[in-house]
């Protein structure tokens, strides 16, 4: 599914996988992950995960 809705046009508003996806008319399924499993994206993520590291 992410491999076909990548062969659609270019579109420089699409920020990630899922809005991709969602774009290209493909259903999204959300499920609950870990809770620390974080996205680390900025300084403060960072030091978010480093606290959290054994």
């Not at 996806?21 to 900025?42: C, D, R, W």
């Amino acid at each position: 599914m992410v491999k076909k809705a990548y062969e659609q046009p270019y579109n420089e508003s699409i920020t990630d996988d899922a809005m991709l996806v969602q774009m290209a008319n493909f259903p999204l399924h959300f499920s609950e992950g870990l809770k620390y499993n974080i996205k680390i994206t900025t300084p403060e993520d960072l030091e978010l995960a480093e606290k959290l590291m054994p």
